[in-house]
């Protein structure tokens, strides 16, 4: 959950009524205490942005509609010897939403029962009952002997109902007139009861793991600034998080008291920013994906005799062996970085970084991937980028005025994976009650996609076979929808304007939109989409506002693919994203002209309201490094010189929806959010220019022509015979055919041999690329 103000906003959309108390300590630091306790976010944020480390506690009863059993044990009582008594007595405590105390104890939280009465161990040893007028300590706050409340696996509160209260505890007088088992009282019939649901934990065993934990801290490097202090807390929080099981309030604990000391300087964890900086890496861990079993260093005890500290060399081969993939190296500006980053021996690295992103983005992606029977990483991210940026979709914008409207393709081969994606956004869209952001899976034409922008001002297309749409529209088979570019070019320019569609002799007809949002994925084999595309297209700037995610990659089948539902956190961030209402800061609970959940309510009588998310120092200053990298590949490279022109442009937008998704309540772009926006940026126009641009054609006819070289290129050395060329291309006529085959071969683009293949000298034509040409050193025998 993030930091304590993360957690304390999330109880407040649960509806529990919350309050702060000091750290360490279960004592309020307001002045009324638990009837200071509220779901009023501004006052929540006020107090935990003065008070960051403020343990968060809950008031019990009508007010959060909660009851609480606490099952208290300590040096004089144990309240779990209580409930075994009353087991045997046939009460059986249901299975609830539960957390686990620090002191060995239990919370189990029930819904709130208005028979109910507080009571403390009176009728049940070590076990005390809260409702209205008292309250309990919630996870990750710091129990007075150092320890975090955590909830236990599989029922904490944002993924498990709250059941009744039990009735048989508002009945039974005291554990000593409890019913013996099978007498009257007890369930009917002496039957066995059900197993008990809730155990009390090892604590012996956790703090075990927590002393191995911490003799692992102290052999590895203390994190330096500017030596990749980042990178090495973040392996330290792998190492906690994935190797030794820890939870992730236990590995904060530790890395608060047994590294962060340490490290030069320390994060100072009393300010706000170091703080979330500090959890966030742990949250960044836990994402990552082990391919060695979890909880690989509870059996490993060779760090144990270890005296000397961890070199960089060896936190690196740690990261590389280990098999923690896409850890993510420390923030480089980009105006220090090679210029063939991405492209060198560590683009799959670089890969594997881009596609583990933070925040909603990130954990919408490792669900598409989770449940995708050949998973494709690349694809995912470019289709979840797009929904988010629909999702945010005017409600959101940065200091230069930047909005979450993107266009992305996907492009991958028949059978390569590339449909998944967009199936499983629909299904979100369809959990989290936002599918109305839908607009369908084709345009018909540029008045079709005003009128639906103008009914919607924020759409989302997801377009299957897009290419076969461009290919109409390059050779204008459709008069209708000839117009599709230049009207998605203007809508692309004016996402923080005033959108005037074309003008009629009925001035009815014309749409005007405010800030309209138009988000387009679509996706597309490769032939389909350089059929598509021409020169034309690269130099009117429509491919420089689109972002191509390009996929060569036949991943292999999942054997382990199943149908997963979305996890209930990321349906409900999706659902307050939806239905979130911005209020003008001037006229506060006025939403006049507001669009709820991205549909137009009536006639807007002023643009819509958007949160300002801000750009912090580092973020900016590598947003610069970038313009003026893409401002110096576009005078060195005069061809593609017009890809670079939007990339900085695009960098912010998706800054905006990874900071978007990474807070609710106060998002805020880094420079880690900033790098990684750019890097990816970059990624993709290098991919693009180096596997794609190339054989985009200026003509119908040189389409054509590198249809041919496409086909030819695909048998490499083994050579294309002219039947192949002839199946492949039964669009051509033959005369057309053989003069295409005739140029490429008189500008030495293809090579055409006569090759003995049968007896009597029978010989056949091959046709090869230059390149893959397997004589180079005999004599070519013409046609």
């Given at each position: 959950m993030g930091t304590m103000l993360d957690a304390a906003l999330v109880y407040a959309d649960l509806g529990w009524h919350v309050f702060p108390c000091g750290f360490k300590k279960k004592t309020p630091i307001t002045q009324h205490g638990v009837k200071d306790a509220t779901i009023n976010k501004k006052q929540i944020t006020k107090w935990w942005t003065e008070n960051p480390?403020?343990?968060?506690?809950?008031?019990?009863?009508?007010?959060?509609?909660?009851?609480?059993?606490?099952?208290?044990?300590?040096?004089?009582?144990?309240?779990?010897?209580?409930?075994?008594?009353?087991?045997?007595?046939?009460?059986?405590?249901?299975?609830?939403?539960?957390?686990?105390?620090?002191?060995?104890?239990?919370?189990?939280?029930?819904?709130?029962?208005?028979?109910?009465?507080?009571?403390?161990?009176?009728?049940?040893?070590?076990?005390?009952i809260r409702t209205n007028g008292y309250y309990i300590l919630l996870a990750p706050s710091i129990h007075p002997n150092g320890s975090a409340y955590q909830w236990k696996e599989n029922l904490n509160p944002f993924g498990y109902a709250l059941v009744a209260f039990p009735e048989w505890i508002k009945e039974v007088e005291s554990l000593a007139s409890a019913p013996p088992w099978g007498r009257p009282g007890s369930h009917s019939g002496g039957t066995t009861p059900k197993p008990i649901a809730f155990q009390p934990p090892n604590l012996e065993a956790t703090k075990d793991v927590q002393r191995r934990a911490a003799a692992y801290l102290a052999v590895c490097d203390p994190a330096v600034q500017g030596a990749g202090g980042h990178n090495k807390l973040l392996w330290a929080a792998v190492a906690l998080v994935h190797g030794f099981r820890l939870s992730e309030s236990q590995a904060f604990e530790l890395l608060r008291t047994e590294y962060n000391p340490r490290c030069d300087p320390p994060w100072e964890l009393s300010e706000s920013k170091d703080y979330k900086d500090f959890v966030r890496k742990i949250s960044e861990a836990r994402k990552l994906t082990p391919q060695k079993p979890i909880g690989w260093l509870l059996e490993d005890d060779t760090y144990l005799t270890i005296t000397s500290t961890v070199t960089d060399d060896d936190i690196q081969a740690i990261i590389d062996n280990s098999g923690i993939l896409g850890a993510p190296p420390a923030p480089?500006?980009?105006?220090?970085?090679?210029?063939?980053?991405?492209?060198?021996?560590?683009?799959?690295?670089?890969?594997?970084?881009?596609?583990?992103?933070?925040?909603?983005?990130?954990?919408?992606?490792?669900?598409?991937?989770?449940?995708?029977?050949?998973?494709?990483?690349?694809?995912?991210?470019?289709?979840?980028?797009?929904?988010?940026?629909?999702?945010?979709?005017?409600?959101?914008?940065?200091?230069?005025?930047?909005?979450?409207?993107?266009?992305?393709?996907?492009?991958?081969?028949?059978?390569?994976?590339?449909?998944?994606?967009?199936?499983?956004?629909?299904?979100?869209?369809?959990?989290?009650?936002?599918?109305?952001?839908?607009?369908?899976?084709?345009?018909?034409?540029?008045?079709?996609?005003?009128?639906?922008?103008?009914?919607?001002?924020?759409?989302?297309?997801?377009?299957?076979?897009?290419?076969?749409?461009?290919k109409a529209l390059k050779y204008h088979a459709n008069p209708y929808n000839a117009k599709i570019i230049s009207t998605l070019l203007k809508l692309y320019s004016s996402a923080g304007d005033l959108y005037k569609g074309r003008v009629f002799a009925d001035t009815v007809k014309q749409r005007t939109i405010l800030q309209p949002c138009c988000c387009l994925w679509g996706t597309s084999t490769p032939r389909s989409f350089l059929e598509g595309v021409s020169q034309t297209e690269v130099e009117n700037g429509w491919l420089s506002r689109c972002l191509i995610f390009n996929s060569t990659n036949d991943p292999p089948k999942n054997r382990d693919y199943r149908r997963l539902d979305f996890p209930k956190d990321v349906v409900r961030d999706v659902y307050k994203w939806y239905t979130r209402i911005i209020d003008s800061p001037q006229h506060e609970g006025d939403i006049d002209g507001y669009v709820h959940g991205g549909m137009a309510c009536g006639m807007e009588s002023r643009p819509p309201n958007q949160i300002l998310i801000p750009t912090n120092e580092a973020a900016n200053k590598i947003f610069i490094d970038f313009d003026n990298y893409c401002a110096k590949m576009a005078a060195e490279n005069s061809n593609t010189s017009i890809l670079w022109k939007r990339c900085e442009e695009n960098a912010r937008k998706i800054a905006l929806i990874v900071a978007a998704g990474d807070s609710f309540d106060t998002p805020e772009?880094?420079?880690?959010?900033?790098?990684?926006?750019?890097?990816?940026?970059?990624?993709?126009?290098?991919?693009?220019?180096?596997?794609?641009?190339?054989?985009?054609?200026?003509?119908?006819?040189?389409?054509?022509?590198?249809?041919?070289?496409?086909?030819?290129?695909?048998?490499?050395?083994?050579?294309?015979?002219?039947w192949i060329l002839t199946q492949n291309t039964r669009g051509y006529s033959k005369r057309e055919r053989n003069d295409y085959i005739d140029d490429l071969l008189a500008g030495r683009e293809l090579i055409h041999r006569l090759v003995q293949t049968g007896g009597r000298g029978k010989k056949t034509g091959f046709y090869w690329l230059p390149e893959y040409y397997p004589y180079p050193d005999e004599e070519i025998e013409d046609v």
């Open positions: 480390d403020a343990n968060i506690a809950v008031a019990c009863g009508v007010a959060s509609g909660i009851c609480v059993i606490d099952i208290d044990k300590n040096d004089k009582i144990d309240g779990w010897q209580t409930v075994e008594k009353l087991v045997q007595a046939g009460h059986i405590l249901p299975e609830t939403i539960a957390q686990v105390t620090p002191s060995g104890g239990m919370h189990l939280i029930y819904q709130y029962d208005k028979g109910v009465k507080n009571e403390n161990s009176k009728r049940f040893p070590g076990i005390d480089v500006s980009v105006e220090t970085q090679n210029d063939d980053i991405g492209y060198d021996s560590d683009n799959r690295k670089e890969l594997q970084y881009l596609t583990r992103p933070i925040g909603l983005l990130g954990r919408i992606c490792s669900h598409i991937n989770a449940s995708d029977l050949k998973p494709q990483p690349f694809l995912a991210l470019g289709c979840a980028l797009t929904f988010l940026g629909a999702l945010f979709g005017r409600k959101v914008k940065d200091s230069y005025e930047t909005r979450t409207n993107l266009y992305c393709m996907g492009v991958a081969n028949s059978g390569y994976g590339k449909n998944h994606a967009p199936k499983q956004i629909r299904r979100l869209m369809l959990e989290s009650g936002c599918s109305e952001l839908l607009a369908g899976d084709d345009i018909a034409s540029d008045s079709g996609l005003e009128s639906r922008l103008h009914q919607s001002p924020v759409s989302l297309f997801l377009c299957d076979e897009i290419g076969y749409l461009f772009i880094t420079g880690s959010i900033a790098d990684y926006s750019c890097r990816l940026v970059k990624y993709i126009v290098n991919d693009f220019i180096d596997n794609v641009a190339g054989e985009i054609s200026s003509s119908p006819i040189e389409s054509k022509k590198l249809k041919l070289l496409s086909i030819v290129g695909k048998t490499k050395a083994a050579g294309c015979q002219k």
